[in-house]
Nanobody, 119 residues
Framework: QVQLVESGGGLVQAGGSLTLSCTAS????????MAWYRQAPGKRRELVAA???????NYPDDMKGRFTISRDNTKATVSLQMHDLRPEDTAVYYC?????????????WGQGTQVTVSS
């Protein structure tokens, strides 16, 4: 069974923090690299952070500094700590596996978790 369940989103004031969590089915989690993406209204989905099976994080240049991704391989979970949130961080956040999604091997996405940052 293919499953991704994201949680932890909510409404927060600018400057605040949130921690998102994702539980993945093993057939997704075992593809090694996991990542968080986000999609704001009217915009394309974009990569926020990725983490290798060994726990090494990778962030796009414009995401560095305020986000920290981590994973628990025993629980098949991936977390995203977000600090100093800004209104432009408002989006639905999703987790997924880049090796599956970006190669077209899978088009499955979970329901995501909404993050809303008020000014």
């Amino acid at each position: 069974q293919v499953q991704l369940v994201e949680s932890g989103g909510g409404l927060v004031q600018a400057g605040g923090s949130l921690t998102l969590s994702c539980t993945a089915s093993r057939n997704i989690f075992n593809s090694k690299v996991m990542a968080w993406y986000r999609q704001a209204p009217g915009k394309r989905r974009e990569l926020v952070a990725a983490v290798t099976a060994g726990g090494r994080p990778n962030y796009p240049d414009d995401m560095k500094g305020r986000f920290t991704i981590s994973r628990d391989n025993t629980k098949a979970t991936v977390s995203l700590q977000m600090h100093d949130l800004r209104p432009e961080d408002t989006a639905v956040y999703y987790c997924n596996s880049p090796p599956l999604i970006e190669t077209g091997l899978s088009d499955y996405w979970g329901q995501g978790t909404q993050v809303t940052v008020s000014s």
